[in-house]
């Protein structure tokens, strides 16, 4: 990811931000697509299984499946205000010694985080311009299981994703959207050899969960 997207993802995703979605999930849960990918993970059996959550935001995933059996998680974001309200989740919810956090970008990361029998992106392809590598870099660390939240590849999102990134030119912020073609994702995917075993679309989300 370039710098001004990194320094775009902390302006966009900032502690206000932050704070305001630690408020939403407390009073309300996780988001309903955040609760699919959760599901369709457990589906498959999360007892006892490390995990690493890329662009996790408050933590709903690491806590869901922590709370779940896992036995620990890795969680890897480009804010620092985002790692500060999943730690004090953490720490809220009994179980910030199984969850070590790091900050930056994962895929300039990657050689250094160690692999994970399950790795998660909730809402995490969309921000980031280079999804070959994302995707790539990721699914090699996954030893089970690999998770996606990320946009529907439809005609009618392509003029919102246009107006939101002119909305953010004219702001003057160098965070930008986008909308990967699915088909692209799932070929990394499948050059990996990973296979889809769990799909739901809800609304401009689609959650699905492969199989290493």
């Not at 030893?143 to 996606?148: P, W």
Request: glycine share 8%.
């Amino acid at each position: 990811m370039p710098c001004d997207q990194c320094f775009g993802i902390e302006q966009e995703f900032d502690g206000r931000v932050a704070r305001r979605e630690q408020r939403d999930y407390r009073r309300k849960g996780a988001p309903s697509t955040t609760r699919l990918l959760i599901e369709g993970l457990q589906q498959a059996g999360v007892e006892g299984r490390t995990v690493l959550d890329i662009g996790g935001g408050v933590g709903a995933v690491q806590h869901a499946l922590l709370k779940a059996g896992a036995s620990r998680a890795q969680s890897v974001d480009a804010s620092s205000a985002y790692l500060e309200v999943a730690r004090q989740e953490a720490e809220r919810l009994g179980w910030a010694g199984r969850i070590e956090a790091v900050h930056g970008d994962f895929v300039r990361l990657a050689s250094a985080v160690a692999a994970a029998d399950i790795v998660t992106l909730d809402r995490v392809i969309c921000c980031y311009d280079d999804m070959r590598s994302l995707v790539r870099e990721s699914a090699r660390r996954a030893r089970r299981l690999y998770g996606l939240v990320y946009p529907r590849d439809t005609w009618w999102l392509r003029p919102a994703f246009g107006l939101m990134n002119l909305f953010l030119r004219i702001r003057r912020s160098s965070f930008r959207t986008f909308l990967h073609p699915t088909t692209a994702v799932e070929s990394e995917l499948a050059q990996l050899g990973l296979t889809k075993v769990f799909h739901r679309n809800s609304g401009m989300w689609q959650v699905a969960v492969f199989s290493v």
